[in-house]
């Protein structure tokens, strides 16, 4: 239902002569095949991406506050109709609710804010910002966009002062979103403040990055997992679905859920799942806090531990598990289970031959 070649081929493009399966204590993957990369589209992609990027967060809020600093949690959301577009921020189509939330955003807290955000920058002791996106979609509501952010303080906020913050995080951001061409926003809804305990494992990674809670997709398990795919979405119980449950609905073929499928697919070209603010990074890097790698880099990365199980060749790649569904995530599975004799035992229920359409993995090579 996709139209991205580059996502379509995604676990599916060989970039080597034969695929291997390989396995260890860290779950199963496949080596010598494409990863595309893509945060908002690929469940296998954003398994890795949004766990590094959960764990980041959360390294860092407990660094900052380890150090001293202070944390502030809020939401930043649009009123949004059916009809509206989700938009696009590509030069000279701009437009939609993505291009209304972050010309907000730029307005109300970012280089467009103009001097009077400078002083109440300094007024609540405000440093930087850590910024995640995230987006729902439901047939009668239609797309939900929206920004969550870990503001990153001189000091710990007293409760006063973090309310104090709160109001003029709403004021700005219900001004900006007008300006911006969106929907005035209620002061209830526009901007919410929320505490959660930054010391608690895998909490700020929660809050961050929960839009891939159906996505759980090995080899990310465990800690990571729980940090990026913790929590159900609440517009799941409102009518709404996240990213991957709507790419399952699209699957499905029903004309609604493809057609929003796909333009969201359109639009979310570009979006930054995380944004830092200027000096935050170098700030968070004194604090010992350091991940400089793309979401690309994260997602061809197959991790430590895992080795070899059994080699592909093209011919059976392309003609006995890419075409067939589950196949690939039955390999998986399978070398996760019990290693090569799972996988060779999957193998010939195919019909295969192990050692002519599957090649065991040779043997380490060890030194004398």
Known sequence: MSLGKTFRGCGRRLIAGAATVTGGPGGAAFTGVMTCGMV???????????????????????????????????????????????????????????????????????????????????????????????????????????????????????????????????????????????????????VRVDHIDVTEAGAVGRYLFKDGDHARVEPIDGLGAEMAFGSDKLGQTAGRLGPFQLGDAAATGEAAHVEAWQEREYGVHGVRKMYLSNGM?????????????????????????????????????????????GRRLALIHAAEAGGAGSVRVLIESWGLVWGRDVLPAPEPETAE
């Open 281 to 325: 990074k170098a700030r968070l890097a004194a604090l010992g806090v350091v991940d400089d790698r793309t979401d690309a880099e994260i997602a061809a990365d197959d991790g430590e531990g895992r080795v070899p199980l059994a080699l592909l060749p093209r011919d059976t790649w392309y003609q006995h598990v890419v075409p067939i569904k």
């Open 40 to 190: 908002h589209m690929c469940a296998w992609c954003a398994s890795r991406i949004l766990a590094a990027r959960a764990a980041y967060a959360q390294e860092a809020a407990e660094a900052w506050v380890a150090n001293g600093g202070g944390i502030v949690m809020s939401a930043h959301t649009l009123r949004h109709y059916a009809r509206q577009k989700f938009g696009t921020l590509r030069k000279r189509e701009r437009g939609g609710l993505v291009a209304v939330l972050h010309d907000s955003w730029s307005k109300a807290y970012g280089h467009r804010s103009g001097k009077m955000w400078q002083q109440a920058k300094a007024v609540h002791g405000v440093i930087g910002v850590l910024r995640s996106f995230e987006d729902t979609w439901g047939e009668k509501s239609g797309f939900h966009l929206h920004f969550h952010a870990m503001w990153f303080t001189a000091r710990p906020l007293t409760e006063a002062e973090v309310e104090a913050f709160g109001e003029t995080l709403s004021a700005r951001w219900g001004t900006a979103v007008v300006a911006s061409g969106g929907y005035s926003v209620s002061k209830a809804h526009g």
